[in-house]
Nanobody, 128 residues
Framework: QVKVVESGGDSVPAGGSLRLSCTASGFLFNSHAMGWFRQAPGKEREGVGCIGWTSDHAYYADSVRGRFILSRDNAKKMLYLQMNDLKPEDTAMYYC?????????????????????WGQGTQVTVSS
């Protein structure tokens, strides 16, 4: 049974930083891409980024590229999202997701489907 649990969401002022964490189990974590998507009330789901299982490549949405950084620790089955220079438009529920494909070459899958599995989400609120 696949289980995904996110943590680390909080309320921060614009320009601040947060690190989201995700633990996942029930599948071969160290041979599968992982990612995050977000969704704000009344808005479409947006794939934020995905990272390959060896961490050799990562892809980001244009809206977060240069500010957000994905990383993972396969030994601990953990995924992280470092978010810097946060903006009010980053306010959303953030979901850790297992993409449909084991490979990561864009965030389209996460935007369109959210992936195969995701957790309950963690709320990020950025005040202006």
């Amino acid at each position: 049974q696949v289980k995904v649990v996110e943590s680390g969401g909080d309320s921060v002022p614009a320009g601040g930083s947060l690190r989201l964490s995700c633990t996942a189990s029930g599948f071969l974590f160290n041979s599968h891409a992982m990612g995050w998507f977000r969704q704000a009330p009344g808005k479409e789901r947006e794939g934020v980024g995905c990272i390959g299982w060896t961490s050799d490549h990562a892809y980001y949405a244009d809206s977060v590229r240069g500010r957000f950084i994905l990383s993972r620790d396969n030994a601990k089955k953990m995924l992280y999202l470092q978010m810097n220079d946060l903006k009010p438009e980053d306010t959303a529920m953030y979901y850790c997701a297992v993409p449909t494909s084991r490979y990561c070459d864009n965030v389209q899958d996460l935007t369109e489907s959210g992936g195969n599995y995701w957790g309950q989400g963690t709320q990020v609120t950025v005040s202006s």
